[in-house]
Nanobody, 124 residues
Framework: QVQLVESGGGLVQAGGSLRLSCAVT????????MGWFRQAPGKEREFVAA?????????YATDSVKGRFTISRDNAKNTVYLQMNSLNPEDTAVYYC????????????????WGQGTQVTVSS
């Protein structure tokens, strides 16, 4: 059974940092692109970042997170990370990890597997 399990969320003050982890079990995703999405209260889920597992090529949402967030993966641990720095209250959301086999990586409908999400709350 394929599982994506996020961890690392929590409460942090503005300007602080968090590192989210997404542990993948049940199969390897070497031919997938792994993505992070987030959904703030009352808003639609939005793309944050993605990484092609095989090559390590990364993509980021423009403006909102580029320069502050870094996505990476550890092949040995079958885990994807999202390092988040300089957090601000607008980053408050549930963060989801997902796996995409084909299609536009910014489009959530193209992702085949999803984690349960981890809450990130940034206080001002």
């Amino acid at each position: 059974q394929v599982q994506l399990v996020e961890s690392g969320g929590g409460l942090v003050q503005a300007g602080g940092s968090l590192r989210l982890s997404c542990a993948v079990t049940g199969r390897t995703f070497s031919r997938y692109t792994m993505g992070w999405f987030r959904q703030a209260p009352g808003k639609e889920r939005e793309f944050v970042a993605a990484i092609i597992w095989s090559s390590g090529t990364t993509y980021y949402a423009t403006d909102s997170v580029k320069g502050r967030f870094t996505i990476s993966r550890d092949n040995a641990k079958n885990t994807v990370y999202l390092q988040m720095n300089s957090l601000n209250p607008e980053d408050t959301a549930v963060y989801y990890c997902a796996a995409c086999s084909l299609g536009l990586i910014t489009r959530e409908g193209n992702y085949d597997y999803w984690g349960q999400g981890t809450q990130v709350t940034v206080s001002s």
